[in-house]
């Protein structure tokens, strides 16, 4: 095919070919680490989840979620660094505890969205005919369908079917599974197809035929073989995953039909912005705030991870 | 035959991640006008970027040109402005590329892109263009070429792409023609149909020709001169014959060894070269072949022989200066 | 080439229909009509069972699946749950009164009462308004940042807008909407400076007119382009980049062209080719900002009927959008199939 990415035509790769191998991990870590950006998102990921875990220790729950109308829609000062909301809580410990769950049901949605996308990309993939028929067009289909508003419909119908629970010493709101379950299993079309590709491109592979030669079980050879190979794309695909799911969160609950109290997410404290979007612009720049720099941070290490584990890129 | 092109001590090096590397090291030949000649060696030689950098087509950065002069017609290439060069690329010195099917713009008709060249360099307007375009496929073998003109890359063979790309070098009637490997990509009877055309090309047009290559036996029938290229060096300079009968370098010989001859005999065994081909950053102490070379010495190791001439038309960068005798 | 559309118009039909089914499961399970019909008051016992026969939900599933797809028009209905066809006072049979999904019929509003194909008819075109001046601004302004972005690599300017380019796309909708309404309404209001509008369509003082919805397009266009054009120049970027290392720009450079032509007619026309696709295909993920973004603006497009619709439970209004814009997705799918094959000569011409 064309010798594209060619500033050395054909030389750099001469040059090196003579140099010590590096094992496929190590190359990627140090393809990773020239990334400016990808090194930044990462520590800025880090500073993030400091600010949201450690804020449990500095500010007790209770706190975040104290009630003084007294104070209500107060700006910054020193004693609320972050301004009070509508009825008087402090919006930098809700902004930490919110945090918490927001990165929770990111983390969780793209967990869920993993398990469905894996399943259903490796068995259409590997076994191909029918099944892979039937599989894609549903996958297709499903992709078709308008994923907010479908969301927005699905949370409205079961937003309150699941119960509150502990966990944890503390409680929360049903409505958080809910949105777990309903965001993975809206996400999970875009795995199953690289899954489904990887598998395609892999199977028929001589390792495969090898281990199918030696009487391996189908299970056996999807996961522990094709499925460790595969795993590149998977990862740089729920990375971003994590970020869109954080994303959607945010619109469903500011639209009001996400996460209930008391549970508190970004996205549901900015469900009062609309209203004081003129008196009081901290209810909504502070979460929003959060909302941006973990989602650019997450985009950014993606990035760093899509260069870093592309077997095409070699020279910049 | 006056000298059309005088190359001098040609130096270019890549800046990379790695370290620097050193593509081309002082490299120094001549081509006369309508005179052949054939650069021979591995990939990653070095000849390839050789000819890009006299072109002015190495991105720099990374690449730097290091050094040295490429007098075309008495007049450094090397230090023109780009806007000086592109009056000479395409016009008086035009290139045919290896692979046809990405070095032609998959979204731009034939007849667009050899169009183009007309009316830029010959003035011509876009009817003219045409004509001479339709001219031109004829010539280098394309049927119904008023037809073919409209068509997209895609939609030709490989060998008639090839063509095409030849047309498009050749439509300004070039002093110059640099031919990349321009078959290596190619079924080997498209192969040969492709040297006749060039052949006859050449013996209409009167161009001088460079034509690059690691193939040994298309040279043969092509090129009165070669030089042969190993890590950025010239390690052999010699007429045709001089190289086929009596190759004096190591490399040539391994390189003449491990062709296969229809008059070998079948005992007879391919001699492959064993080792790798060089790493290129930074330069090596001594000669670059020694790590390969059957006839090595310790004075190899030590320094790198400079080209040394051993008989009229003939230049060699070695110490050892092999014998047929010594051959097994 | 006609040949190629027909193949893929018919690919189509089986995909609506695992998408009709879907979406028909969907709404059997989560619009429990019996539960709002009767609106505040109890319904009898005797009532729900007349109800559950008026609207067909005792009969099986694919039954009602039909009934939803083709209507009933066409089928004697059985209210009185006597067994016998129904008759009116004339004597004559009655048929049902739907018309199915197929002919337009996408049910009736729990609320408004009004057919839901009506309501949808009305908010569509400002959708579309706003969808398509914001795709048109995409794209506009995506080619002419990426295109400048690449030209320039790893010049100030490029790393600039690759920043921003990040922060751009990594930006929730509501806090760019809100931070522009804050800074382009609000605060120009308070500066004395011409201030945008921020609801609606136009100033109910001073009516609908061109000039109105054009000055009440710009925040709601900007805060939805603007991700947009954040992701897409990044995209133009990368694939000009790979363009301009391709060998066939090599070759025309060698050819003498100037850089300008190896630009903009060499190189762009295979750089711009991927965005159609890539533009196309994104337009669930436009739709999807609409909901907020209309919701934010207070413009009477599909997303805010979506969002009033929702507090109240209307599934009827819900469920015939979701399938409106699913039908429309298939359809833009399509179109953007057939453009990318008519420009692309390597797909055209085989």
Known sequence: MATAREALPGIAEEALATREPLTPTQLAWRRFRRHKMAMFGLFLLAALIVYVVGGAFVFPEKFANYVDTGIKLQAPSQAHPFGTDAVGRDILARTMYGGQISLLIGLAAVSVALVVGVAIGALSGYYGGWIDGVLMRFTEAMLNIPQLF???????????????????????????????????????????????????????????????????????????????????????????????????????????????????????MLEDANRYLETAPWLWFFPGLMILLTVLAINFVGDGLRDALDPRTMVE | MPTILEVKNLQTRFRTYDGLVYAVNGISYELNEGETLGVVGESGCGKSVSMLSIMGLIPQPPGIIAGGQALYRDSDLLKKSEEELRHIRGKEIAMVFQDPMTSLNPVLTIGFQIGETLQLHMAMNADQARQRTVELLEMVGISQPDRALDNYPHQFSGGMRQRAMIAMAIACMPQILIADEPTTALDVTIQAQIVELVKRLRDEIGMAIIWITHDLGIIAGLAQRVIVMYAGFIVEHASVDEVYDNPRHPYTISLLGALPRVDMSREERLVSIPGMPPNLIGLPKGCPFAPRCRFVVDRCRQENPPLISIAPNHEIACWVNVQTGDLQ | MGRYIVRRLLQAIPLLFIISVILFVLSVKMGDPLATFGGRQVIKSEDRKRLTRQLGLDKPLYVQYVVWLVGNDWMTMDVNGDGKPDVDENGQLVYGTRKGVLRGDLGTSFVTKQPVTQMIAERLPNTLLLMLTSEVVILIFALVIGLASALRQYSIFDHTVTALSFIGYSMPIPLLALGLIYIFAVYFKRWGLPYFPTGGMFDPQVGASWQQTAWHLVLPVTAISLISIAGYSRYVRGSMLEVIQQDYIRTARAKGLAERRVVFVHALKNAALPLVTVVGLDLPFLLAGAVV???????????????????????????????IISVAVVIFQILTDLTYTYLDPRIRYD
């Open chain 1, 150 to 268: 479908l969301l927005i419909v699905a949370a409205k119908y079961l937003g309150d079917k699941i119960h509150n629970f502990r966990a944890f010493g503390r409680e929360f709101s049903g409505s958080v599974i809910v949105i777990i379950v309903i965001i993975g299993f809206d996400s999970w079309m875009y795995l199953a197809r690289i899954v489904r590709s990887q598998f395609l491109s892999l199977k028929e592979q001589e390792f495969i035929t090898a281990a199918r030669c030696t009487g391996t079980s189908n299970l056996a050879i999807m996961f522990y073989h094709i499925l460790p190979n595969s795993v590149a794309p998977i990862i740089v695909n729920a990375t971003l995953g994590v970020a869109s799911a954080i994303l959607t969160e945010a619109y469903i609950s500011f639209l009001g039909l996400g996460v209930h109290q008391p549970t508190a997410t970004w996205g549901n």
């Open chain 3, 293 to 323: 973004t209309e919701t934010i603006f207070a413009w009477p497009g599909m997303g805010r009927l979506f969002y009033d619709h929702t507090t109240r439970s209307d599934f009827p209004v819900l469920m015939g959008i979701i399938m």
